[in-house]
């Protein structure tokens, strides 16, 4: 019987939260616009392909010799071939008389690094030695120097197979024999396959994660702050006076914080779905059912925020001490084998990286309840552990 109470009158209770919640138009339209936002922002500014257009590089030629000359147009050919290709890293190169007018330009951030050809370098090329280019990078920003490595090493190591299938050619000719320059050059020939069938972009390995992190920021941050408020607001101490058990009230905020979550999580989907392109592979109702894990693991963190908490500030302070971190350390913006090992190891303690890790396994990879098995006991483990720490702690704090 008093079992039954406890439902009925926390039933009660989540009705009147959300009838409150849908009577304040501000979070209402919040509840849409957010995770929008949030895909949009987290989206386009984290890295979402391994693609680079236009970088802006410096040429400064010192040889001014045949040789030099045959590889800077050979290197304009290939990347105006690139520019006009999809998926491809090209550059665009402007040139400059001296070094120091090129460092001068990286300074000012005009370009972001200069070829420099030294002074025989010609002479090397047509006397069979190898042709030294010096390539200048701004390593005060690593991300971006990278990729200025990374473009220029490309295109430089693409030039090195055009020359060679040339003179293999010659070689071939010079015998008398029919060659193939591929099988010399390159005799192994990758063949990528990947997992997910189709065109797939950064916002397929966003959206998951970005699912589970919204629904956990639904509840930990909510259950402060509703709580906090209404304790500032008086509402809470009529609340308790009535004949209802605490347990009541907890449960019906946290159902009604749940559910308001959850729809936010729906309008992920759709987003990512409809606007940005993402492809579920995997079993939809499946992928509700963790979010809900993850909620649940993180109800007790939110309680006993509330429970150690005085005022609302404090409650949302302890939360974002919390929350942040995990949201940055949990692989839901880059993966967690990017991260430096001491970083790795603190992820491993986070439930959040479980609950994003076991998303992406079966809306990309069509996993099933077996394949995610150790990511679900891991979610169910710490939901009960903090539940049962955060219950005694929540009636204690309602008793001084």
């Known amino acids: 019987m008093d079992a039954i109470k406890i439902l009925k009158d926390s039933y009660h209770v989540m009705i009147k939260d959300l009838i409150q919640f849908r009577r304040n138009k501000m979070e209402l339209s919040t509840l849409i616009i957010m995770p929008l936002i949030f895909l949009v922002m987290f989206g386009f500014i984290f890295p979402s392909g391994g693609t680079h257009e236009n970088v802006q590089m410096g040429l400064v030629n010192l040889d001014q010799g045949t040789g030099s000359n045959q590889f800077i147009t050979q290197m304009e050919t290939m990347n105006n071939q690139l520019a006009t290709s999809k998926n491809s890293s090209y550059m665009t190169f402007n040139n400059y008389s001296s070094v120091d007018a090129a460092k001068t330009a990286i300074s000012q951030g005009k370009i972001s690094g200069a070829y420099v050809i030294p002074p025989g370098f010609s002479n090397n090329v047509t006397n069979g030695q190898p042709g030294n280019v010096i390539i200048d990078v701004d390593n005060s920003n690593p991300q971006a120097s990278g990729i200025v490595e990374q473009v220029s090493l490309g295109t430089v190591s693409g030039l090195n197979g055009v020359m060679a299938q040339t003179n293999v050619l010659k070689l071939g000719n010079a015998a008398n024999q029919q060659i193939n320059p591929q099988a010399i050059i390159a005799p192994y020939t990758p063949n990528i ?10 916002f397929n390995f966003l959206a998951p994660g970005l699912m589970i992190m919204i629904g956990m920021m639904a509840v930990m941050i909510g259950i402060p702050e509703a709580i906090s408020k209404e304790k500032e607001m008086g509402t809470f101490d009529g609340m308790l006076s009535a004949p209802i058990n605490h347990l009541s009230v907890l449960l019906g905020k946290t159902t009604a914080l749940s559910l308001r979550g959850l729809i936010q999580v729906m309008f992920v989907l759709i987003f990512a779905v409809l606007l940005f392109g993402v492809t579920i592979q995997g079993n939809l109702l499946l992928a509700f059912l963790m979010v809900i894990l993850g909620i649940f693991s993180f109800i007790g963190i939110g309680i006993m925020a509330v429970s150690m908490a005085g005022s609302q ?33 603190i992820s491993n303690l986070i439930p959040l990286t479980y609950a994003a890790d076991a998303m992406r396994k079966i809306m990309l990879l069509n996993a099933n309840v077996a394949d995610v098995s150790t990511d679900i006991i891991i979610l169910l483990a710490f939901g009960v552990i903090t539940m049962l720490i955060a219950l005694p702690l929540f009636s204690r704090s309602m008793k001084q």
């Not at 997992?195 to 972009?201: D, H, L, S, V």
């Open 193 to 202: 396959v990947t997992t997910i069938p189709g065109a797939t972009n950064y």
């Open 313 to 345: 500030g404090t409650g949302t302070l302890i939360m974002n001490l919390i929350m942040f971190p995990m949201m940055f350390l949990s692989g839901i913006f880059f993966p967690v084998s990017q991260m430096p090992w001491f970083m790795q190891d």
